[in-house]
C-alpha cells in the first residue's frame, strides 16, 4: 500500500513538473496590458469634457448656445470671441464652447479649445446650406480631418427648421458628402505636391478608390434638424446629455 501511494505521489509530481506555464504567463501579460490601455483611454476620455458649436457665421451657433445655457432667444447675437458657458443636465454638466464664424478667428479659437472637445456641433443654416455647400464642406472637412478631432463624436445640426424654405437633413446630408468628396480630392493633390510636418498632418478621409461618405470615417457623424429659434433643439440635447 506504502509503495501504491509513492507511486501515486511520483505521478503527480510528474505531471506538475511537465505543466508548460509559458501560455498561463502570456494570458497574464496581455491581460495586464489590455487593462492599462483601457485605463489609459479612460483618462484620456475623462480629460475631454467641452462640446464645442462650430460652423459658417449666421448658422445659429450663438442662438443655440444661449437657448442651452440661459434658456432664451437673442434677437440679434453676433460673435466676434468664443462665448463658453455650462450646460447642465440634472446632476451632470459640460461645457459648452460657441467658436466664432469668421474665419479670421474661427481657426485660431478651434486650436484653442479642439483637445479638449468630447464633442462638436456642426452648425449648417439649413436655408441657405446648398448655396453656401463649398464653404460648408471645406470647414466641415478640416474638422473632420483633424488628428485632434478623431475621438470626437460629431452632430451636424441643421438649424432654422421653423422656415419653410430650409432643406431636410438627409438633402443636406447629401450634399455634403458630394462636394466633401471634392475637396478631398482637392487637398490630397495638395499634400502630395506641397508636403506636411508629421505632427500636423491631417487625416485623408474616407476609403481611397470610394467615393466619400460619413460612415467611412472614424468619427460617429450624426445629422439632426432643429431650431433654435422655436428652442426645437431636442436632439440635440439627448445627444449631448448621452455623453455626460
Known amino acids: 500500500m506504502d509503495k501504491l501511494n509513492e507511486n501515486v505521489r511520483d505521478k503527480k509530481q510528474i505531471k506538475l513538473d511537465n505543466i508548460d506555464v509559458t501560455p498561463i504567463?502570456?494570458?497574464l501579460i496581455l491581460g495586464f496590458i489590455v487593462v492599462a490601455i483601457y485605463v489609459i483611454l479612460r483618462r484620456r476620455s475623462a480629460g475631454r469634457r467641452d462640446f464645442l458649436l462650430t460652423g459658417l457665421c449666421e448658422a445659429g451657433k450663438s442662438a443655440i448656445f444661449m437657448q442651452l445655457v440661459h434658456g432664451k432667444f437673442p434677437e440679434t447675437f453676433t460673435s466676434i470671441k468664443e462665448n463658453v458657458g455650462e450646460y447642465r443636465s440634472g446632476h451632470v454638466a459640460g461645457r459648452l464652447v460657441d467658436i466664432p464664424g469668421h474665419y479670421r478667428?474661427?481657426?485660431?479659437?478651434?486650436?484653442?479649445?479642439?483637445r479638449n472637445a468630447k464633442g462638436i456641433i456642426f452648425v449648417v443654416d439649413s436655408v441657405t446650406a446648398q448655396k453656401d455647400i463649398r464653404d460648408v464642406a471645406d470647414t466641415l472637412y478640416?474638422?473632420?480631418?483633424?488628428?485632434?478631432?478623431?475621438?470626437?463624436?460629431?452632430?451636424?445640426?441643421?438649424?432654422?427648421?421653423?422656415?419653410?424654405?430650409?432643406?431636410?437633413?438627409?438633402?443636406?446630408?447629401?450634399?455634403?458628402?458630394?462636394?466633401?468628396?471634392?475637396?478631398?480630392?482637392?487637398r490630397s493633390r495638395k499634400l502630395q505636391s506641397v508636403g506636411d510636418d508629421e505632427v500636423n498632418k491631417p487625416v485623408i478621409l474616407g476609403k481611397p478608390g470610394r467615393d466619400f461618405e460619413f460612415a467611412h470615417i472614424t468619427q460617429n457623424v450624426q445629422f439632426y434638424e432643429g431650431s433654435a429659434k422655436d428652442n426645437q433643439l431636442n436632439h440635440l440635447t439627448d445627444w449631448i446629455d448621452r455623453m455626460l
Open 25 to 27: 504567463l502570456v494570458a
Open 105 to 114: 478667428v474661427r481657426d485660431k479659437c478651434f486650436e484653442l479649445y479642439k
Open 142 to 186: 478640416t474638422i473632420l480631418a483633424d488628428s485632434a478631432t478623431q475621438p470626437c463624436s460629431v452632430l451636424v445640426l441643421c438649424n432654422k427648421h421653423d422656415q419653410t424654405t430650409a432643406k431636410s437633413a438627409q438633402v443636406i446630408k447629401s450634399l455634403l458628402e458630394k462636394e466633401i468628396n471634392t475637396v478631398r480630392d482637392t
